[in-house]
Each structure stands twice: as C-alpha cells, then as structure tokens.
C-alpha cells in the first residue's frame, strides 16, 4: 500500500523560507513523478514543481526563482524549498507521488501561511 506523508508548512513572515518535505513509500520511488499543487481559498489549484523520475524539473512561473524542487531517493523523499514567500503564496499544499502516468498518490495536504 502506498504511503505519502508531508510535513514542513506553518506560519512564516513574508520573506521568510519553508521547506516542505514528501516522503514515500510502498511504491517504486526512483522512477516516480512527484510534485506539489496549491490551493488557495477563492482560487485555482495550481501546479506549483514537479520533478519526475529522471529529474526533468517544472516550476511555475509565478514562484520561478523562489522556489526549489529536489529529491533523494535513497531517502524516498521530495523537497520543495520555498523562499522569498509573499502573502499569495498562502495556501494548502499537497504533495503528490504518480508511479505510473495517471496514477497519482496524494499526501494529507500541509498549510504554507504566510503573515505578518
């Protein structure tokens, strides 16, 4: 069975930095697409980076140079380096693991706030 567990949102002042961790298990994990999406209340879920198997890396452009996507798959993890953060940047952040195209497997969801 496949396991996502996320941990690493909270409350930051703007300018500060988060880094969100998505670890995995139960699945193939070198191999697997992983990413996270946003959701903020009032708007869009957006796909904010994702990283596949090979490490071909996506970032959207509206965290572009403030956000970092990485993995260590010896560890089974992803990482999402949030800096620079800004009010828009406040959201529910889900992680997600996609072993085979289609198939995706969600993390419980962290809460990115972002205040002074």
């Known amino acids: 069975q496949v396991h996502v567990v996320e941990s690493g949102g909270g409350l930051v002042q703007p300018g500060g930095s988060l880094r969100l961790s998505c670890t995995a298990s139960g699945l193939t994990f070198y191999t697997s697409d992983m990413g996270w999406y946003r959701q903020a209340p009032g708007k869009q879920r957006e796909l904010v980076a994702a990283i596949s198997g090979g490490g071909v890396i996506y970032v959207a452009d509206s965290v572009k140079a403030r956000f970092t996507i990485s993995r260590d798959d010896a560890k089974n993890t992803a990482f999402l380096q949030m800096d620079s953060l800004t009010a828009e940047d406040t959201a529910a952040y889900y992680c997600?693991?996609?072993?085979?195209?289609?198939?995706?497997?969600w993390g419980q969801g962290t809460q990115v706030t972002v205040s002074s």
């Open positions: 997600y693991v996609e072993e085979y195209p289609g198939v995706f497997n």
